[in-house]
C-alpha cells in the first residue's frame, strides 16, 4: 500500500512563508512525476507546480517567482516552500504523484489535504 501525506499548512499573514511537506509511504514503488494542487471555495481545484523525476519544473503563473517545488528522492519526500503570500494563496493543497509499483503498474495517488489561509 502506498500513501501520500502532506503537512505544513496553517494561517499566515499576507507576506509571511509557509513550507509544504509530502511523504510518500508504502513499500515497493518508484516515484515519477509529482505535483502540487489546491482548491479555493467555490474554484476547480488547479495546478500549482510540478516536478519531474529528473527535476524539471513548472509553475502556474500566478505563483512564479513566490514558491518553489523540490524533491528529495532519498526521503521520498516533495516540498513546496511559498514566499510573499497573498490572501488569493488561501485553498486546500493537494499532493499528487505518478508512482510505478514493483508489479509494473503506473498509478496516480493524492493526499488528503492541508488548509493554507493567508489573513490579516
Known amino acids: 500500500q502506498v500513501q501520500l501525506v502532506e503537512s505544513g499548512g496553517g494561517l499566515v499573514q499576507p507576506g509571511g512563508s509557509l513550507r509544504l511537506s509530502c511523504a510518500a509511504s508504502?513499500?515497493?514503488?518508484?516515484?515519477?512525476?509529482m505535483g502540487w494542487y489546491r482548491q479555493a471555495p467555490g474554484k476547480q481545484r488547479e495546478l500549482v507546480a510540478d516536478?519531474?523525476?529528473?527535476?524539471?519544473?513548472n509553475y502556474a503563473d500566478s505563483v512564479k517567482g513566490r514558491f518553489t517545488i523540490s524533491r528529495d528522492n532519498a526521503k521520498n519526500t516533495m516540498y513546496l516552500q511559498m514566499n510573499s503570500l497573498k490572501p488569493e494563496d488561501t485553498a486546500i493543497y493537494y499532493c499528487?504523484?505518478?508512482?510505478?509499483?514493483?508489479?509494473?503498474?503506473?498509478?496516480?495517488?493524492w493526499g488528503q489535504g492541508t488548509q493554507v489561509t493567508v489573513s490579516s
Open positions: 508504502g513499500s515497493n514503488f518508484r516515484i515519477y512525476d
Open positions: 516536478i519531474t523525476s529528473g527535476g524539471s519544473t
Open positions: 499528487n504523484g505518478r508512482l510505478r509499483r514493483s508489479n509494473g503498474v503506473m498509478l496516480g495517488y
